[in-house]
């Protein structure tokens, strides 16, 4: 395994979890990749269901010596709900298949999956979850806004605020976003400078940058 590869893309991946919204990853039933976190308002006309086949979450990382080199990768909701009154965005939950993980470039056969989902990195068999709740959206002019939620990772939840773009129209949600998180905060330390001496250019960098895509209907 390429070791340049593995820590970036362990580090990338983290990134992805950001979008999973709810409360806190289960530690329960190791081996239900499934466990679900959060309960959905089905049938509640506030709520729009997120669209879990055109909404996806995109994460990119570099290590600190080759910011050059990023690498780029995918990770999947598997539900989520936006409480929506008036064409505004007021709420949200939304729960991460950590399980559905995967590399950018599907050509190359050297991406360390099998060792992100590790108890090394994101203990995927522990934690098949990784979630996210909204707890206040500010308006801006042109639909931008502003979300602050609870992002929950391996079983640790910080708060975090980034800047989006919405639209709300003929009963359909479309938002983007950008949140850049410092992994170390959840608790993956994997070639940090900030723990480890030496490490040369093996240190992967702390920042992950993940871009959402959301599309949620009736």
């Known amino acids: 395994m390429n070791n340049k590869l593995s820590t970036a893309y362990l580090i990338l991946i983290n990134a992805s979890f950001f979008l999973g919204c709810g409360g806190s990853a289960k530690e329960e039933n190791k081996n239900n990749a499934s466990a679900s976190s959060i309960s959905l308002h089905v049938g509640n006309d506030k709520y729009m269901m997120i669209d879990t086949k055109e909404s996806v979450l995109t994460w990119e990382g570099s290590m600190v010596l080759a910011s050059e080199e990023e690498h780029v990768g995918y990770v999947y909701i598997s539900k989520g709900e936006l409480l929506i009154e008036k064409d ?85 949600v479309k938002a983007n976003g950008k949140l850049v998180i410092d992994r170390t905060q959840w608790g993956i330390r994997y070639n940090s400078g900030k723990y480890y001496d030496n490490l040369a250019d093996q240190a992967v960098s702390d920042d992950i940058e993940i871009h959402m895509k959301i599309v949620a209907k009736k």
């Open 88 to 172: 505004q965005l007021l709420g949200g939950t939304a729960e991460i298949d950590m399980n559905t993980i995967e590399y950018g470039d599907k050509e190359n056969k050297n991406t360390p999956i099998k060792h992100l989902k590790s108890p090394d990195y994101f203990d995927v068999e522990k934690f098949p979850i990784s979630t996210f709740s909204i707890t206040e959206v500010e308006y801006a002019v042109g639909g931008n806004i502003k979300v602050t939620g609870n992002l929950t990772i391996k079983g640790i939840t910080n708060p975090v605020t980034f800047p989006a773009k919405i639209e709300v129209k003929d009963g359909i």
